[in-house]
Nanobody, 114 residues
Framework: QVQLVESGGGLVQPGGSLRLSCAAS????????MAWYRQPPGKQRELVARISGGITETADSLKGRFTISRDNAKNTIYLQMNTLKPDDTAIYYC?????????WGQGTHVTVSS
């Protein structure tokens, strides 16, 4: 059972940056998919970015501002978020799929407000 723990969320002003981290309790080197999702207030969860088969994909609306990356040695996934907007306010969740077993973190809150 892989445990995922997100961190790095908080309150940031519009235009600011945050880097979210997702630390896994064990190696995720063999994961089929590593991803970040988010759920804005009152809305459904949506894909932010993912790494699958060595290929990185970012939601079209977030390209150029959000970047997903991984550090295999640290069993950690990151989400760099730049030029944040109020619409980016959401709970951000880390997700890993290992041999069809899906794991989720508890989420970290990001609030973009002046």
């Amino acid at each position: 059972q892989v445990q995922l723990v997100e961190s790095g969320g908080g309150l940031v002003q519009p235009g600011g940056s945050l880097r979210l981290s997702c630390a896994a309790s064990e190696t995720i080197f063999s994961a089929n998919v590593m991803a970040w999702y988010r759920q804005p207030p009152g809305k459904q969860r949506e894909l932010v970015a993912r790494i699958s088969g060595g290929i990185t994909e970012t939601a079209d609306s977030l390209k150029g501002r959000f970047t997903i990356s991984r550090d295999n040695a640290k069993n950690t996934i990151y989400l760099q978020m730049n030029t944040l907007k109020p619409d980016d306010t959401a709970i951000y969740y880390c997700h890993v799929n290992i041999q069809s077993q899906m794991y989720w973190g508890q989420g970290t809150h990001v609030t973009v407000s002046s």
